[in-house]
């Protein structure tokens, strides 16, 4: 059974900075694209970063130059570390896994307000 766990979210000032962290397990890790969306109230889920097996990284136009995709393969874990945060940066921040099937987080909550 695969299970993706967020952590690393909270309330940070405008200009803070902030690291996701989801751990994956029950699945082959190094093999899987691994992506952040996020969702505002109000709004549809968008895709924020992703990252290949091999470590290619895409990112959403308003994020590019303050926020970094990242993983690790030997502790299963990918990273999102996010600098500079705006107020529009407000969301609940899912780790996606994509494959034959997909699987979800359960989602962080990341507010940033002064």
């Known amino acids: 059974q695969v299970q993706l766990v967020e952590s690393g979210g909270g309330l940070v000032q405008p200009g803070g900075s902030l690291r996701l962290s989801c751990i994956a397990s029950g699945t082959i890790f190094s093999i899987s694209r691994m992506a952040w969306y996020r969702q505002a109230p109000g709004k549809q889920r968008e895709l924020v970063a992703a990252?290949?097996?091999?470590?290619?990284?895409n990112y959403l136009d308003s994020v590019k130059g303050r926020f970094t995709i990242s993983r690790d393969n030997a502790e299963n874990t990918v990273y999102l570390q996010m600098n500079s945060l705006k107020p529009e940066d407000t969301a609940v921040y899912y780790c996606?896994?994509?494959?034959?099937?997909?699987?979800w987080g359960q989602g962080t909550q990341v507010t940033v307000a002064s």
């Open positions: 996606y896994k994509s494959g034959a099937s997909a699987y």
């Open positions: 990252i290949t097996p091999g470590g290619t990284t």
